[in-house]
């Protein structure tokens, strides 16, 4: 599959426009190297939006869904640097998942991606799943697309440590198409995961396009 590993850390988020360019500075030059580092993660990505809300969206590829729940992660988590405590504190629309990859087809990834986030109804997921797949598969066969993918969060691990209460979108699935053209990629994923893609057994929750501003794989950082 296109995707390096079967986990994956997903973050949304907006900037406080007061710190807006420290925040982007603490990204580039911290935060993703910082989280590239530890075991088990195996790349990331950092975008920003096209036409989506909220305007940042991070992810981080990782071998699988228990890296997200490991020890090196959580020390991470509990220990952040004063520069990401600084703006953790500043989020807007914040937004986290820990999740797993159900399908990935394709080859390669785009610098351009839509992005499609469904909420399931509470039956009949092995049904939607198995569709979805195969529309993951027909968007992947559109001209100037490069991959598609289904990502489901897992509920417990998707909820902030510190909130015994489960929020309501913890256990989303997300559906990413990439491609060479932001305008190829939205009409592939509108098609097939938007609002009116009537798909049953799910919600639309949000759809956008985002740019992909970097990239960084962990094989680069023993260079």
Request: aromatic share 8%; charged share 25%.
């Amino acid at each position: 599959m296109p995707l390096s590993g079967n986990g994956m850390l997903i973050t949304m988020m907006d900037a406080d426009p007061a710190e807006e360019d420290d925040f982007n500075r603490w990204y580039d030059r911290e935060h993703i190297v910082e989280r590239v580092t530890i075991a088990g993660f195996l790349e990331a990505r950092r975008y920003v939006a096209v036409a989506a809300s909220p305007k940042y969206l991070n992810l981080y590829t990782t071998q699988d869904l228990a890296v997200l729940d490991s020890a090196p992660y959580r020390d991470k988590l509990r220990n952040g640097t004063p520069w990401t405590q600084h703006h953790s504190a500043r989020f807007r629309n914040y937004t986290r998942a820990a999740a797993r990859v159900t399908a990935s087809t394709g080859q390669g990834r785009g610098g351009a991606l839509a992005f499609a986030r469904l909420r399931p109804a509470g039956s009949g997921q092995g049904e939607l799943r198995e569709a979805i797949r195969a529309r993951v598969g027909a968007a992947a066969g559109f001209d100037r697309i490069i991959s598609a993918h289904l990502i489901e969060a897992d509920p417990v691990l998707s909820s902030p440590p510190q909130e015994a209460k489960r929020q309501p979108g913890s256990g989303d699935w997300y559906v990413m198409v990439e491609g060479t053209e932001a305008e190829a990629v939205r009409h592939a994923g509108e098609q097939h995961f938007g609002a009116r893609a009537a798909l049953s057994q799910c919600e639309p929750i949000s759809f956008g396009t985002y740019r992909l501003l970097w990239d960084l794989a962990k094989a680069e950082l023993d260079r």
